[in-house]
């Protein structure tokens, strides 16, 4: 909903609990008013009614005020927009008009033929904001920077940042400090999102997982990017963000061209992080995430099973285990296509290896619809082995400087997919693979970062970096469109393209390629603080575990670590012994009862994985699930109750596995026996009201 002053230059944007107010000065400068509880129209124009603080010329009026602080006049703060032309840099804007559309409101403004507009949207309590930007004049506009939005807090002492940081296999894990003078910068500079930072962060002062004021910032952008976090003098904090890393140029806007950037996504809650975070869910799976409210199947994904050696009968006889422990979708992971039997070759053949599937890929796909299941694959299509039919053909595909090394990492270059050839030729392979056998699934992966950005002959080569994003984008959405019944999963290296922008094209996310069930624990509290559990996916993995660390863990507590989001199994069941995929059938049974209060649910985390118990519970309707893991006791010392959330305290609440009656106060106040024992203990508790 959107309030407008009578004056036309207050507006208030309000969802069912939070308000956003902002307004334009006579000298059109746009400030921000309100971000917090909802608050009336008169609310907002008292406060558009208080003065700046008075001049002085060592400081300005206008910064950490501003909603979209530009390059040039009186401003110190870092520029959101940065723009130049042959003649002269920065921006002096004129405002031209406001409109709204449905729940969108627009506000234009006009430097010379350069017209900037700021969009702000309500998403129930989120807050969506991009810029536009339409280069309707006669001259060359260079972008160096073009942020989606600015957001600023309330004056308060003592804020904290928190942010969700990493590296391949230890992503999105949680880390909180107090914020200081200056700026705290996070983001990538490698071309996709990175496993180094979810783009998120959360500020508050003295909140905690169940109470207090949390305000929170995501970026929907899946190349490079940048959240900066600046604490200003007199207790001003600002929160910048956008697509690219640098301030070096991020488009060349010819005469005609426009640019939108991702959106910035932001909400402020009073309910702590756990508040937060379901506000963030609740907004992906109506807003983002498509076809959310679809639960997604228990997949079997045979890498960790066979890695590169794979067959056609192999896999065919893991696909019969997996039928057998309940299995809904079978998907054969990398080394099916060209010459890839190792990670050498192969990458840009996107045709069945003749060897391992000499009639294709549609044989497996029969045999595995036959079992009752899905079928999906592996690609990795942005990216090409210098040792490959697609390279030797155009080794100009590639992105590279002319003259300089061609970097490999895993011994593979990035494909530029600013190109149109590029683009045409990969929509041509994908569509023809998605149409020549019956494919449900595909698992897009993206294994190295940008080394050697360049593009020989293009007049403005540092466009690669926001072109070849808007590339993916567009080549997923068309092959989305051709193939409505494929569903696609985002990976990088495990969690290296995690953003709001490409979930608004993918069914589900792979969260890291650490499967080890205790770290998962860390990285899972860490990804949900953003990300809703419907779009986690979290297999079970043999023990001990063989890529990481050795550990050794029971199937029990491998599936209840797993079961906490999208459920898979990625063992080798070929090794499995009956008791123990009989084992996996009963928790594959179990997790599919509770699937749509998983998937779909709020989720409470009742308590953080630090040692020893940890918990997460999951409410629905009237159905609540407990996924309680015990990672060491010690002493001897009994295990806490886990107090509940989220359920009537009038209440009764029958356990499934047991028929044991619970009153919802008990429940609330002291809390549930798990039952939990020893090391690396786990269990799931699923309870109906009655
Ligand atoms: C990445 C993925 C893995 C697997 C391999 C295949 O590392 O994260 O799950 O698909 O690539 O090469």
Same mark, same amino acid.
């Given at each position: 909903?959107?309030?407008?002053?009578?004056?036309?230059?207050?507006?208030?944007?309000?969802?069912?609990?939070?308000?956003?107010?902002?307004?334009?000065?006579?000298?059109?400068?746009?400030?921000?008013?309100?971000?917090?509880?909802?608050?009336?129209?008169?609310?907002?124009?008292?406060?558009?009614?208080?003065?700046?603080?008075?001049?002085?010329?060592?400081?300005?009026?206008?910064?950490?005020?501003?909603?979209?602080?530009?390059?040039?006049?009186?401003?110190?703060?870092?520029?959101? *927009?940065?723009?130049?032309?042959?003649?002269?840099?920065? &921006?002096?804007?004129?405002?031209?008009?406001?409109?709204?559309?449905?729940?969108?409101?627009?506000?234009?403004?006009?430097?010379?033929?350069?017209?900037?507009?700021?969009?702000?949207?309500?998403?129930?309590?989120?807050?969506?904001?991009?810029?536009?930007?339409?280069?309707?004049?006669?001259?060359?506009?260079?972008?160096?920077?073009?942020?989606?939005?600015?957001?600023?807090?309330?004056?308060?002492?003592?804020?904290?940042?928190?942010?969700?940081?990493?590296?391949?296999?230890?992503?999105?894990? *949680?880390?909180?400090?107090?914020?200081?003078?200056?700026?705290?910068?996070?983001?990538?500079? %490698?071309?996709?999102?990175?496993?180094?930072?979810?783009?998120?962060?959360?500020?508050?002062?003295?909140?905690?997982?169940?109470?207090?004021?949390?305000?929170?910032?995501?970026?929907?952008?899946?190349?490079?990017?940048?959240?900066?976090?600046?604490?200003?003098?007199?207790?001003?904090?600002?929160?910048?963000?956008?697509?690219?890393?640098?301030?070096?140029?991020?488009?060349?806007?010819?005469?005609?061209?426009?640019?939108?950037?991702?959106?910035?996504?932001?909400?402020?809650?009073?309910?702590?992080?756990?508040?937060?975070?379901?506000?963030?869910?609740?907004?992906?799976?109506?807003?983002?995430?498509?076809?959310?409210?679809?639960? %997604?199947?228990?997949?079997?994904?045979?890498?960790?099973?066979?890695?590169?050696?794979?067959?056609?009968?192999?896999?065919?006889?893991?696909?019969?285990?997996?039928?057998?422990?309940?299995?809904?979708?079978?998907?054969?992971?990398?080394?099916?296509?060209?010459?890839?039997?190792?990670?050498?070759?192969?990458?840009?053949?996107?045709?069945?290896?003749?060897?391992?599937?000499?009639?294709?890929?549609?044989?497996?796909?029969?045999?595995?619809?036959?079992?009752?299941?899905?079928?999906?694959?592996?690609?990795?299509?942005?990216?090409?082995?210098?040792?490959?039919?697609?390279?030797?053909?155009?080794?100009?595909?590639?992105?590279?400087?002319?003259?300089?090394?061609?970097?490999?990492?895993?011994?593979?270059?990035?494909?530029?997919?600013?190109?149109?050839?590029?683009?045409?030729?990969?929509?041509?392979?994908?569509?023809? *693979?998605?149409?020549?056998?019956?494919?449900?699934?595909?698992?897009?992966?993206?294994?190295?970062?940008?080394?050697?950005?360049?593009?020989?002959?293009?007049?403005?080569?540092?466009?690669?970096?926001?072109?070849?994003?808007?590339?993916?984008?567009?080549?997923?959405?068309?092959?989305?469109?051709?193939?409505?019944?494929?569903?696609?999963?985002?990976?990088?290296?495990?969690?290296?393209?995690?953003?709001?922008?490409?979930?608004?094209?993918?069914?589900?996310?792979?969260?890291?390629?650490?499967?080890?069930?205790?770290?998962?624990?860390?990285?899972?509290?860490?990804?949900?603080?953003?990300?809703?559990?419907?779009?986690?996916?979290?297999?079970?993995?043999?023990?001990?575990?063989?890529?990481?660390?050795?550990?050794?863990?029971? *199937?029990?507590?491998?599936?209840?670590?797993?079961?906490?989001?999208?459920?898979?199994?990625?063992?080798?069941?070929?090794?499995?012994?009956?008791?123990?995929?009989?084992?996996?059938?009963?928790?594959?049974?179990?997790?599919?009862?509770?699937?749509?209060?998983?998937?779909?649910?709020?989720?409470?985390?009742?308590?953080?994985?630090?040692?020893?118990?940890?918990?997460?519970?999951?409410?629905?309707?009237?159905?609540?699930?407990?996924?309680?893991?015990?990672?060491?006791?010690?002493?001897?010392?009994?295990?806490?109750?886990?107090?509940?959330?989220?359920?009537?305290?009038?209440?009764?609440?029958?356990?499934?596995?047991?028929?044991?009656?619970?009153?919802?106060?008990?429940?609330?106040?002291?809390?549930?026996? &798990?039952?939990?024992?020893?090391?690396?203990?786990?269990?799931?508790?699923?309870?109906?009201?009655?």
């Amino acid at each position: 909903m959107v309030d407008i002053a009578e004056n036309g230059r207050t507006w208030l944007l309000s969802g069912p609990s939070s308000s956003y107010a902002l307004h334009l000065t006579d000298a059109d400068e746009l400030l921000h008013l309100h971000w917090g509880p909802r608050i009336a129209l008169a609310d907002a124009e008292a406060l558009a009614g208080s003065p700046l603080p008075g001049y002085w010329p060592f400081e300005s009026p206008l910064d950490g005020r501003e909603e979209y602080p530009v390059e040039g006049g009186p401003r110190f703060v870092r520029p959101a *927009l940065s723009v130049r032309t042959d003649e002269r840099r920065g &921006t002096e804007w004129r405002f031209t008009a406001y409109e709204t559309e449905g729940d969108e409101l627009r506000l234009r403004f006009a430097d010379d033929g350069l017209a900037i507009t700021l969009h702000y949207r309500m998403r129930g309590d989120v807050v969506e904001r991009w810029v536009s930007l339409d280069n309707g004049g006669p001259a060359r506009v260079e972008l160096l920077r073009a942020d989606a939005a600015t957001w600023t807090l309330p004056e308060r002492e003592g804020w904290r940042l928190s942010q969700l940081h990493g590296r391949w296999a230890a992503e999105s894990r *949680l880390t909180t400090a107090p914020l200081t003078y200056g700026e705290k910068v996070i983001g990538s500079r %490698r071309g996709h999102t990175g496993h180094q930072h979810l783009p998120w962060v959360a500020l508050d002062t003295d909140a905690t997982e169940e109470r207090g004021e949390v305000y929170g910032c995501a970026l929907g952008w899946s190349g490079s990017w940048r959240i900066a976090v600046a604490q200003l003098p007199d207790a001003r904090v600002q929160v910048t963000g956008g697509a690219g890393h640098d301030d070096s140029g991020l488009l060349l806007l010819e005469p005609g061209a426009s640019y939108t950037s991702p959106v910035f996504a932001g909400l402020w809650s009073d309910g702590g992080f756990g508040g937060a975070s379901r506000t963030w869910h609740a907004y992906q799976r109506a807003h983002v995430v498509p076809d959310a409210d679809r639960d %997604r199947p228990v997949l079997f994904n045979s890498w960790e099973a066979t890695f590169f050696d794979i067959s056609e009968e192999q896999q065919a006889a893991l696909a019969r285990r997996a039928a057998g422990i309940g299995v809904e979708l079978f998907v054969v992971d990398d080394g099916w296509f060209g010459a890839r039997t190792s990670d050498r070759a192969g990458l840009g053949d996107w045709t069945p290896n003749p060897d391992r599937f000499p009639h294709g890929l549609k044989p497996l796909a029969d045999q595995v619809h036959g079992l009752g299941m899905q079928f999906g694959i592996w690609v990795e299509p942005e990216m090409v082995n210098p040792d490959s039919d697609l390279y030797r053909a155009h080794p100009d595909w590639v992105q590279y400087q002319p003259g300089r090394t061609r970097t490999e990492l895993r011994n593979q270059l990035v494909l530029n997919l600013a190109r149109e050839d590029v683009q045409e030729y990969l929509w041509e392979r994908l569509d023809t *693979l998605l149409s020549g056998a019956p494919i449900d699934y595909v698992k897009w992966d993206f294994n190295r970062c940008f080394t050697d950005a360049g593009w020989p002959g293009e007049p403005y080569p540092q466009r690669l970096w926001v072109d070849h994003v808007r590339a993916l984008y567009a080549l997923l959405d068309r092959l989305r469109a051709a193939h409505p019944g494929v569903a696609f999963e985002s990976c990088s290296g495990g969690g290296g393209r995690i953003d709001l922008g490409v979930l608004s094209r993918t069914d589900q996310v792979w969260t890291s390629d650490n499967t080890d069930p205790l770290d998962r624990l860390a990285i899972q509290h860490g990804f949900t603080q953003i990300h809703p559990a419907r779009v986690m996916a979290a297999w079970v993995t043999d023990s001990p575990n063989t890529q990481l660390n050795g550990r050794a863990s029971s *199937l029990r507590f491998r599936f209840v670590s797993a079961m906490a989001g999208v459920l898979g199994v990625g063992g080798d069941l070929t090794e499995w012994t009956e008791e123990e995929l009989a084992e996996a059938r009963r928790w594959v049974e179990l997790y599919k009862e509770i699937r749509p209060v998983v998937q779909q649910g709020d989720l409470y985390r009742l308590r953080p994985p630090s040692g020893g118990l940890s918990a997460v519970q999951y409410v629905r309707g009237d159905e609540t699930v407990v996924l309680a893991c015990l990672q060491a006791q010690s002493h001897g010392e009994p295990v806490p109750a886990v107090r509940l959330r989220g359920l009537d305290p009038t209440a009764s609440y029958e356990c499934r596995e047991t028929g044991e009656v619970h009153r919802g106060a008990v429940l609330l106040h002291h809390g549930l026996r &798990t039952g939990l024992r020893g090391d690396l203990d786990a269990t799931v508790i699923h309870l109906r009201r009655i």
